[in-house]
């Protein structure tokens, strides 16, 4: 039903457009009104101007629609006509406008050029793009040209301004377009530029600059008693004054040469007006940045400017600056200073820091765990490489925790050490482990040195070795024993020098310290096992199980014993003397010594 209606329509709304086109042909004797009729589309077609057949022609003789054939050749007619007006007034303006002669391919481009010449030429400017477009397509002859017709008339325009007609010539390279040109932007004229136009009888010209002057001079007086700098008693448009007070009054900050000169000349008043309203505005700015816009104050004295000022250079607002916004429902301003922080440690964290005890406080308070995740995990992965941990499936913790003790030289649980050695998580001979009795030597000799209490000295001695510094060792336990009344603890100083001197690959020295200790102390086993070492060391094997034999007879233990001869064998260096070793053990007791048949594989 719908379409029914709409086709009704469309043939009502045709059948008004053939009457139209009738009248408007002078063809209403044809009778058939029918928009099937043939007439309808030779008239449709005349009226958008598209050219009828022969046969077209001829049918409408046929039809006598004489009057139609001599309206349509009229009308056909004077489209040429007109084509051809175009196509020369196109002529002339490529010719005046010096557009070259192109190939077929240049009258693609003609439906552009053309209404951009006569744009031109009716005295309107192009636009940047049109002037592109002249570029883009060869026709850089027609830009000078449109640039020094721009200028011309630009001259033109200014002599009539400025009340200088008279004066004929019209290049640009007249002296006046220059002098026009500086009344334009109210640049001063120069003595002999009025005398050039004084000579020229352009009276008119020279006295409108002298009124621009007047004004100027004004402004200046103005300016000085606006902004406090009357005591400056030159009144010279060209005194730096003035340039000056118009960048403030412009709402420019001064430079620090500008600052300079106002302070050399005296002028406090006018360089606080200046910073003040220097202040006020980046305070507004501040205040729109921050979505802090309800607070009326606008001086530059408030408190809340100190507040955005601290924010925007990235400082950490305090509780108190906090408060502050609170106070004032600034609550927007918070927020943003609190992702500001958040967002800054997160740089700072991705740039390789440390959060320090507060950062975390402050995250922690904010809920911003998720911070401090990415911190641990960041610190833990440049923690790994600094201690030489290389595998990735490490957990977090406790290695983490343990290496943050060790950077802040905080001490450790040895029992937790003991555990992650035994479990292989660690190295006994690891950067962690070296670090942990680093610590302990340092402690322990600090408080040697803070009690006196000399019981300490082989502690931190044993731990230096251990952290393979004995050069550390050495030094510390170079003392006058003499000095000393308790045998036992000379002996305890001997053994752990003799230690040092046996790491050290000095066995001589070595085994004189543990003759010595053996001379302190004849009854303690540490001298023995010491002695056992270096005849490990020398590879005298029978003569090491014979001091390990006298330590049992002092009070060690069997397996301690068997323990000592493990790290012995663990601890040689070069791979045939191990081998020697590893041998001897086997062929002296092969059950007793069965651990040992994994270093002869190696070998």
Known sequence: MTAAINTDKEYQNRLKHF?????????????????????????RKVDLGIELTELEFSWLKEQELFETVEIVCQQQQYKLEELRKLENEF?????????????????????????ILWKFHSGNSLTNSEIEWLKNNGLGGTVALVHKVELERHFFVLKAKYQATKYQGSSINSPL???????????????????????????????????????????FADLKDKYQAIKHLDLSLSSPLYLILQNINAQNNLSKSEINWLEQQGLSETIAIAQELEQTRDFAALKTKYKATEYQDLSPKSHLYKVLKRLDLSNHLGEQDINFL????????????????????KFNIESGEVLNESEIEWLKNNGREDIIILAQQKQFAALKRKYG???????????????????????????????????????????????????????????????????????????????????????????????????????AVSVTRGAAFRDMDNLADAESCAKKAMGYQPESYQPYTLMAAIAHDRGDYAKRDYWHEQAIKCGAKTEDIDDEIKRLIRSTKDDNKRH???EYLLKKDSQRYSWVKSYLKKS
Request: proline letters at 5%.
């Open 19 to 43: 009457t139209s086109l009738k009248s408007k042909y002078q063809a209403t004797k044809y009778n058939d009104s029918s928009p099937a009729s043939l007439l309808y589309l030779i008239l």
């Open 91 to 115: 002529s002339h303006l490529k010719s005046q406008y010096q557009v070259p002669k192109f190939s077929g391919a240049f009258k693609n481009i003609s439906v552009i050029l053309y209404p």
């Open 177 to 219: 377009y220059k002098i026009l040109n500086k009344l334009e932007s109210k640049q001063r004229i120069s003595t002999p530029e009025l005398e050039w136009l004084s000579k020229r009888e352009l009276f008119e010209t020279a006295g409108i600059f002298r009124q621009q002057e007047s004004e100027k001079e004004a402004h």
């Open 326 to 345: 609170k106070k004032r429902k600034l609550t927007k301003t918070i927020e943003i200073a609190k992702e500001k922080y958040a967002n800054i440690l």
């Open 389 to 491: 941990l290389i595998d990735p499936s490490l957990p977090l913790e406790p290695l983490y925790t343990i290496m943050v003790k060790l950077e802040k030289k905080e001490r450790l649980d040895p029992k937790l050490l003991v555990q992650l050695m035994e479990e292989e998580q660690l190295s006994p001979g690891g950067k962690i482990a070296l670090a942990y009795y680093r610590l302990e030597a340092e402690f322990y000799e600090q408080e040697f040195h803070r009690t006196g209490h000399k019981w300490h000295i082989p502690t931190a001695s044993s731990y230096w070795r251990k952290a393979d510094e004995p050069e550390r060792a050495l030094k510390l336990t170079n003392l006058d024993l003499s000095q000393i009344r308790e045998s036992n603890l000379k002996s």
């Open 580 to 582: 020697e070793a590893a």
